[in-house]
């Protein structure tokens, strides 16, 4: 085995994420997914600095994506106009990991300590957002509003995407989660 | 000292949150709180499982509160009239208790895993909003929207709430945050 792999990142999620599918995300072990990757644990512990973090690593990326699209929304716009112009770049980002986000949300569902890191990661999400806004001269409390129906728009579409068969209709989703919010809070 | 202490759980509660706002969460122990309050270890054991609980003892009164208002509500009210029904039995629930709620968010704002716990608890919290709007015929995206609509505009009126010296202001600061929640949503 060479000690350069090129792809041993992706090549240790794919066996991280099946082996915490087929058995379980507790009972599986770093030196069970580096085994079944064909590498060493030194070449895991070089990637990821635990089993959790295959799985929560992407978050950083999501962040980075959604502050680009609202930091290039018109400076006029409404603060929750804002906040779904990050949802272009959001959706182009899990256009090609559809396989990838199903099978790890079926492995957070299945697992309350996974739930709630997840909970965390959404909440820290909406904190950034939330910035994002500040920096727009948004004042706070809308910035806090906007910045958690963003969120809850977020995750019901991609909860709905994640149950079905099209990688491409994460965008429309997005738009028809943003309707709706519209529509129940409307007077 | 009697077996019988009629008000231990409210003095073991008043005797650790001062310890904990004092000296700090994870430094003080279960000894110390009900030495303060003049009780026993024992004593405290039968009231709270652990110093934790003294903090998030009053979610399943919390909850119980915003059933009863939503329930209450008429049946052909919109999902996030619903929702905002509870704030009235919630806000008198919390009237008495400004005191307490404002030394219990120092100490919550003061610690990361109180802080993730009161994150988690927030989150049931909306999945029983939810539950409660499901039962009346809300289909299940829209009951997750409003249901975390109505814990946002929750989060903000409270956040603002506990800052301010004016314990009988809750109801109101829950109606302008709802309005300004329809304001940020509308298109």
Redesign the interface.
């Known amino acids: 085995m060479s000690r350069w792999e090129p792809d041993a990142a992706s090549r240790l999620m794919k066996a991280a994420t099946e082996l915490f599918d087929e058995q379980g995300y507790d009972a599986t072990t770093v030196a069970e997914i580096a085994e079944r990757a064909g590498l060493t644990k030194r070449t895991f512990f070089r990637h990821y600095a635990d089993k959790r973090e295959v799985l929560f690593n992407g978050s950083g990326q999501l962040e980075r994506c959604w502050l680009e699209g609202i930091e290039a929304a018109p400076a006029d716009a ?3 106009a804002a906040v779904a112009a990050g949802f272009d770049p959001v959706a182009e980002m899990f256009a090609e990991r559809h396989a990838f986000a199903r099978v790890r949300s079926r492995i957070v569902q299945a697992n309350p300590e996974l739930q ?1 890191r997840e ?2 990661k959404l ?1 820290k999400l909406a904190g950034v957002v939330k910035g994002a806004l500040l920096r727009r001269g948004v004042p706070e ?2 910035a ?3 910045a ?2 963003g ?3 977020f ?2 579409a991609f909860g ?1 995407w994640v149950e079905q068969n099209d990688p491409a209709r994460l965008r429309a989703l997005f738009d028809e ?1 943003l309707a ?8």
Chains 1, 2 share one sequence.
């Open positions: 409404e603060p929750l709630e909970l965390i909440h409390h809308a806090t509003l906007a958690h129906v969120l809850a728009v995750s019901v709905h989660s709706q919010m519209r529509s129940v809070t409307s007077a």
